[in-house]
């Protein structure tokens, strides 16, 4: 390879761009230039309408009599010296052509010296060189060899350096990462120890392949990076470009569907001739489940362009005629989804899950994005990671760069601990939402979250203890009862479900015991409950109907596996089922009355309390239940935007108009998996 030619592929590397990639954004430009260039030579100014065929005596009478603007006079260069082509403009309005009326006339003849004599006199003529037959021609021929030459430029030159279809449709669409832009390296990567150790054996494997082919190891072939959403492959990856010093090359599983067919096999082999040619390299495919599907999935079949991908995806991984050192690597929170084909050794090595951090990740994670930001001393990062049970590293960045947003709004120089709290509340329960309420309304909301705290604080076991409860909307719900846990929950133990389902009915208890009605606020909790105990039942054993498994295909029919939906078990067993669902819900609501009317006057100090102050913390309502009363001061928050205060003086004196939310009043705990 010419040295010329080293150069023209360093260029389109550090552009993003894969070899001689055809850019449609240039042949419109170009399309532009050349219908320009046609309209400017087919319909410029006097090609629309031909001047008048006169004589020239005509002409010269024309003259004599003042009628005449202007006008040449060339030699016509076809007969002797005195044959002439006289052009010009008159303003005698009566000339006509065979175009429609027009001022302009044209005369071609013998030129007498009288005549000619009489024209110089006027002064309105002047004389133009001779034109040969020659430059006639080459007039008339050049404005079109100029625009077939665009056109040979344009289309047949660009056909060829697409190579593999029109318009490039067969290239691949992956971009080779440069090393220097948006470097991402392991030590940026946090919460995921043992995936970056998969991960980095690969990359040692690149630097020092005779470290592990003296023992007969072999560098696998695919990885698979599995885990929910905002758990960090994607920066994985990134970093394991930043870390191997080998070409790395990024794709979205996406982008190999096209609407025509064999695009998209197409795609798949250029791609693994590109890594071919630069191997050894890194081949990064995100959202993989969008060209790895089960073939044969849905309704009818699947679709067939998708299954050719597939298929040649899975023949380029490890088929016939493979090379060596074009690795894969993989990302997707759907691998129940995924081709079996695709999933076995020798194309997909390992599999490698990234799943939400624990605590100590959660420190790890929150120390490398709050580089950043400007935090107070005051900020604890280990109590937020306490805090913070089921986030995942996109949450935890997200939860940082909102309290950064909030100390902006309210002109603080660093970020403090209450900033991150209120963040921390806007994130994992809604943004609180001023609405207008009535007495009655604000009553209602204020007993039923006061039945969930009362009963939450008396049932708990010190692993959920009462945050904060509010009577201030938030997200969809008119009040919120918040629990934190104090540890990461990774079982779920019956008593514990059986608290939360008793917690969960308690607000719609203590509505009917105060209000003597009942309103549609406890709909999200009579879900979350009913899902709880089907949970027990179906899933977990913990009922009288033994440990059985009773669970439904009902996710099937998205999966595409099964269109109908099959129950393992017959009606008398369903029956049996709704009876124990219905007997743990009608027990626990039995069993969180008997506490609410055990302390009545702490469930109406605890509404009182969030009548006066509205939001009111976990540590008042384990005073009002210990001691009868409120022993530590409750911090009021007041609205400190200008419109917020314009409405509360104009809503002033004048009843709510605003009806009621049917949401629900109590942000329920973490959902069992």
């Given at each position: 390879?010419?040295?010329?030619?080293?150069?023209?592929?360093?260029?389109?590397?550090?552009?993003?761009?894969?070899?001689?990639?055809?850019?449609?954004?240039?042949?419109?430009?170009?399309?532009?230039?050349?219908l320009?260039?046609?309209?400017?030579?087919?319909?410029a100014?006097?090609?629309?309408t031909?001047?008048?065929?006169?004589?020239?005596?005509?002409?010269?009478?024309?003259?004599?009599?003042?009628?005449?603007?202007?006008?040449?006079?060339?030699?016509?260069?076809s007969?002797?010296?005195?044959?002439?082509?006289?052009?010009?403009?008159?303003?005698?309005?009566?000339?006509?052509?065979?175009?429609?009326?027009?001022?302009?006339?044209?005369?071609?003849?013998?030129?007498?010296?009288?005549?000619?004599?009489?024209?110089?006199?006027?002064?309105?003529?002047?004389?133009?060189?001779?034109?040969?037959?020659?430059?006639?021609?080459?007039?008339?021929?050049?404005?079109?060899?100029?625009?077939?030459?665009?056109?040979?430029?344009?289309?047949?030159?660009?056909?060829?350096q697409?190579?593999?279809?029109?318009?490039?449709?067969?290239?691949?669409?992956?971009?080779?990462?440069?090393?220097?832009?948006?470097?991402?390296?392991?030590?940026d990567?946090?919460?995921?120890?043992?995936?970056?150790?998969?991960?980095?054996?690969?990359?040692?494997?690149?630097?020092?392949?005779k470290?592990?082919?003296?023992?007969?190891g072999?560098?696998?072939?695919?990885?698979?990076?599995?885990?929910?959403?905002?758990t960090?492959?994607?920066?994985?990856?990134?970093?394991?470009?930043?870390?191997?010093?080998?070409?790395?090359?990024?794709?979205?599983?996406?982008?190999?569907?096209?609407m025509?067919?064999?695009?998209?096999?197409?795609?798949?082999?250029?791609?693994?001739?590109?890594?071919?040619?630069?191997?050894?390299?890194?081949?990064?495919?995100?959202?993989?489940?969008?060209?790895?599907?089960?073939?044969?999935?849905?309704?009818?079949?699947?679709?067939?362009?998708?299954?050719?991908?597939?298929?040649?995806?899975?023949?380029?991984?490890?088929?016939?005629?493979?090379?060596?050192?074009?690795?894969?690597?993989?990302?997707?929170?759907?691998?129940?989804?995924?081709?079996?084909?695709?999933?076995?050794?020798?194309?997909?090595?390992?599999?490698?899950?990234?799943?939400?951090?624990?605590?100590?990740?959660?420190?790890?994670?929150?120390?490398?994005?709050?580089?950043?930001?400007?935090?107070?001393?005051?900020?604890?990062?280990?109590?937020?990671?306490?805090?913070?049970?089921?986030?995942?590293?996109?949450d935890?960045?997200?939860?940082?760069?909102e309290?950064?947003?909030?100390?902006?709004?309210?002109?603080?120089?660093?970020?403090?601990m209450?900033?991150?709290?209120?963040?921390?509340?806007?994130v994992?329960?809604?943004?609180?939402?001023?609405?207008?309420?009535?007495?009655?309304?604000?009553?209602l909301?204020?007993?039923?979250?006061?039945?969930?705290?009362?009963?939450?604080?008396?049932?708990?076991?010190?692993?959920?203890?009462?945050?904060?409860?509010?009577?201030?909307?938030?997200?969809?719900?008119?009040?919120?009862?918040?629990?934190?846990?104090?540890?990461?929950?990774l079982?779920?133990?019956?008593?514990?479900?059986?608290?939360?389902?008793?917690?969960?009915?308690?607000?719609?208890?203590?509505?009917?015991?105060?209000?003597g009605?009942?309103?549609?606020?406890?709909?999200?909790?009579?879900?979350?409950?009913?899902?709880?105990?089907?949970?027990?039942?179906?899933?977990?054993?913990?009922?009288s109907?033994?440990?059985?498994?009773?669970?439904?295909?009902?996710?099937?029919?998205?999966?595409?596996?099964?269109?109908?939906?099959?129950?393992?078990?017959?009606?008398?067993?369903?029956?049996?089922?709704?009876?124990?669902?219905?007997?743990?819900?009608?027990?626990?609501?039995?069993?969180?009355?008997?506490?609410?009317?055990?302390?009545?006057?702490?469930?109406?100090?605890?509404?009182?309390?969030?009548?006066?102050?509205e939001?009111?913390?976990?540590?008042?309502v384990?005073?009002?239940?210990?001691?009868g009363?409120?022993?530590?001061?409750?911090?009021?928050?007041?609205?400190?935007?200008p419109?917020?205060?314009?409405?509360?003086?104009?809503?002033?004196?004048?009843?709510?108009?605003?009806?009621?939310?049917?949401?629900?009043?109590a942000?329920?705990?973490?959902?069992?998996?």
């Amino acid at each position: 390879m010419s040295e010329l030619d080293n150069n023209k592929k360093q260029r389109r590397s550090l552009k993003n761009l894969p070899p001689d990639r055809f850019q449609p954004k240039m042949l419109v430009i170009w399309l532009v230039i050349v219908l320009a260039a046609v309209a400017l030579l087919f319909f410029a100014p006097g090609r629309l309408t031909s001047p008048a065929t006169l004589k020239i005596q005509d002409v010269v009478d024309l003259t004599d009599a003042g009628k005449v603007k202007e006008g040449m006079i060339r030699q016509d260069g076809s007969g002797g010296r005195d044959w002439v082509v006289i052009t010009g403009e008159a303003k005698d309005a009566t000339l006509e052509s065979d175009r429609g009326a027009t001022n302009q006339f044209r005369a071609a003849g013998r030129l007498t010296d009288a005549n000619a004599e009489r024209l110089q006199k006027s002064k309105k003529f002047t004389e133009q060189p001779t034109t040969t037959l020659l430059t006639s021609i080459a007039a008339q021929v050049i404005p079109f060899l100029l625009i077939i030459g665009l056109l040979y430029f344009l289309f047949i030159r660009q056909l060829r350096q697409a190579g593999k279809g029109a318009l490039s449709f067969g290239k691949s669409r992956a971009k080779l990462l440069t090393r220097d832009r948006d470097k991402v390296m392991f030590a940026d990567v946090a919460g995921c120890d043992e995936a970056k150790e998969e991960v980095s054996e690969v990359v040692e494997f690149l630097k020092d392949p005779k470290k592990f082919t003296k023992m007969g190891g072999k560098i696998p072939k695919g990885i698979l990076m599995v885990g929910p959403p905002g758990t960090g492959k994607t920066l994985l990856a990134k970093a394991v470009a930043g870390e191997a010093d080998v070409p790395f090359f990024s794709i979205a599983g996406s982008d190999f569907v096209e609407m025509f067919v064999g695009v998209g096999a197409s795609r798949v082999r250029d791609m693994f001739e590109q890594g071919r040619k630069s191997a050894p390299c890194l081949i990064f495919i995100d959202e993989i489940d969008a060209v790895g599907r089960q073939r044969g999935a849905g309704v009818g079949g699947g679709n067939d362009e998708r299954e050719q991908t597939l298929n040649s995806l899975l023949v380029e991984m490890d088929g016939f005629d493979t090379t060596e050192g074009v690795i894969i690597i993989a990302a997707t929170n759907r691998p129940d989804v995924l081709d079996s084909a695709l999933l076995r050794p020798g194309r997909f090595d390992r599999q490698i899950m990234v799943d939400l951090p624990d605590i100590l990740g959660r420190e790890q994670i929150l120390r490398v994005h709050a580089r950043k930001i400007n935090l107070a001393e005051s900020v604890d990062l280990s109590v937020i990671a306490r805090g913070t049970p089921g986030l995942s590293g996109a949450d935890l960045a997200n939860l940082l760069n909102e309290a950064a947003l909030l100390a902006a709004r309210r002109n603080k120089k660093r970020v403090e601990m209450i900033d991150v709290d209120d963040a921390r509340e806007k994130v994992q329960f809604g943004r609180e939402r001023r609405r207008l309420m009535d007495d009655e309304e604000k009553k209602l909301t204020a007993y039923h979250e006061a039945g969930h705290a009362l009963v939450q604080a008396v049932l708990d076991d010190g692993h959920m203890p009462v945050h904060k409860v509010t009577i201030i909307p938030r997200g969809h719900s008119l009040g919120s009862t918040m629990f934190i846990p104090k540890k990461d929950i990774l079982t779920h133990a019956m008593k514990r479900m059986l608290n939360q389902i008793a917690m969960g009915l308690s607000g719609r208890i203590a509505e009917e015991l105060v209000m003597g009605d009942i309103s549609s606020g406890a709909g999200g909790d009579i879900k979350q409950v009913t899902k709880i105990a089907r949970h027990m039942v179906c899933d977990w054993g913990m009922s009288s109907l033994g440990m059985i498994s009773y669970g439904d295909n009902s996710d099937t029919v998205f999966l595409g596996r099964e269109i109908t939906r099959n129950h393992a078990y017959s009606e008398e067993t369903a029956r049996k089922i709704d009876a124990e669902i219905s007997r743990i819900v009608e027990t626990q609501y039995a069993r969180a009355k008997d506490i609410i009317l055990g302390h009545r006057d702490a469930l109406d100090k605890i509404a009182a309390a969030l009548l006066e102050y509205e939001t009111i913390e976990g540590k008042h309502v384990l005073e009002i239940l210990n001691f009868g009363e409120l022993r530590s001061p409750v911090v009021v928050e007041k609205p400190t935007k200008p419109d917020e205060k314009a409405a509360d003086k104009k809503a002033a004196g004048k009843p709510a108009s605003i009806p009621p939310l049917p949401a629900s009043g109590a942000e329920p705990a973490p959902t069992p998996a």
